[in-house]
């Protein structure tokens, strides 16, 4: 069930958490998907649920990496 009409199905067009996506991404991208600390990662999913609130579940490390990845490439916030 959908609950998309009542709560906002993600904060994409919030500055600050783009922001936090790119810089997530950054530690991605520098660091290596492989050598990721629990740290690193636990800061991933944090930043995962910042931008998508309503989310229902948890997406498997390479899903994370590619919604990050995506995510990341916006330029502005959309409407």
């Not at 067009?13 to 636990?42: C, F, H, M, P, Q």
């Not at 931008?51 to 390479?62: L, Q, V």
């Amino acid at each position: 069930m959908c609950n998309c009409k009542k709560n906002k199905p993600n904060n994409l067009d919030n500055r600050v958490v783009l922001e936090d996506i790119r810089t997530a991404y950054n530690t991605i991208t520098t660091k290596g998907k492989e050598n990721l600390s629990e740290g690193d990662w636990l800061y991933l999913y944090e930043v995962y649920s910042r931008a998508y609130p309503s989310s229902n579940g948890i997406p498997n490390k390479d899903d994370l990496v590619s919604v990050l990845e995506k995510a990341s490439q916006l330029k502005t916030a959309y409407r």
